[in-house]
T-cell receptor
Framework: KQEVTQIPAALSVPEGENLVLNCSFT??????LQWFRQDPGKGLTSLLLIQSSQREQTSGRLNASLDKSSGRSTLYIAASQPGDSATYLC????????????FGAGTRLAVHP | ETGVTQTPRHLVMGMTNKKSLKCEQHLGHNAMYWYKQSAKKPLELMFVYSLEERVENNSVPSRFSPECPNSSHLFLHLHTLQPEDSALYLC???????????FGQGTRLTVV
């Protein structure tokens, strides 16, 4: 069964810390992996997309890595700010289906001043 | 603004009502999706449409009926829902299976 797991489920840190959010998936045959941000009661904002042939992607203070062989991705957030507080979701598009994203349960991040 | 617009943003309906959720994408994508997000559960895929043809129905009850009249519009028709159907319903679009998916802001549905 194709599954996506995110660790930790929740994280509370002081402002300024560098963070690592983890995502693991059960099948290495993927098209891509996407990281999203979700604010309470809102939709999803795409942060980074990593194609299966890529090892990492960067956008501003965010860096996402992909290790297909071990079924892992990490999202690194540098110099965290209170505005980064949200739920971060990892989603994997597995081969064999039509771009069906399988989501993890998310990591709820709180950055306090 | 993500380029994917959902209406209404909030909906309260009785179990005997019929209502529809609407999704419109302005990104020129050829695939659209309905996802359901219930409390304390990961997002679940409901339906996939590619080039206006339904390519996947993820074992969704028949009280949910999707419609895709063209590549820019997607509807979810609702009838005789149950309170456990209360959730955030999210629409998404993408260009082929290898490209980035973009989501709308969702419709918060409450069934009373």
């Amino acid at each position: 069964k194709q599954e996506v797991t995110q660790i930790p489920a929740a994280l509370s840190v002081p402002e300024g810390e560098n963070l690592v959010l983890n995502c693991s998936f059960t099948d290495s045959a993927i098209y891509n992996l996407q990281w999203f941000r979700q604010d309470p009661g809102k939709g999803l904002t795409s942060l980074l997309l990593i194609q299966s042939s890529q090892r990492e992607q960067t956008s501003g203070r965010l860096n996402a890595s992909l290790d297909k062989s071990s079924g892992r991705s990490t999202l690194y957030i540098a110099a965290s700010q209170p505005g980064d507080s949200a739920t971060y979701l990892c989603a994997v598009s597995f081969r064999g289906g039509y771009n069906k994203l399988i989501f993890g349960a998310g990591t709820r991040l709180a950055v306090h001043p | 603004e993500t380029g994917v617009t959902q209406t209404p943003r909030h909906l309260v309906m009785g179990m005997t009502n019929k209502k529809s959720l609407k999704c419109e994408q302005h990104l020129g994508h050829n695939a659209m999706y309905w996802y359901k997000q219930s409390a304390k559960k990961p997002l679940e895929l409901m339906f996939v449409y590619s080039l206006e043809e339904r390519v996947e129905n993820n074992s969704v009850p028949s009280r949910f009926s999707p419609e895709c009249p063209n590549s820019s519009h997607l509807f979810l028709h609702l009838h005789t829902l149950q309170p456990e159907d209360s959730a955030l319903y999210l629409c998404a679009s993408s260009q082929s299976r290898q490209n980035e998916a973009f989501f709308g802001q969702g419709t918060r549905l409450t069934v009373v």
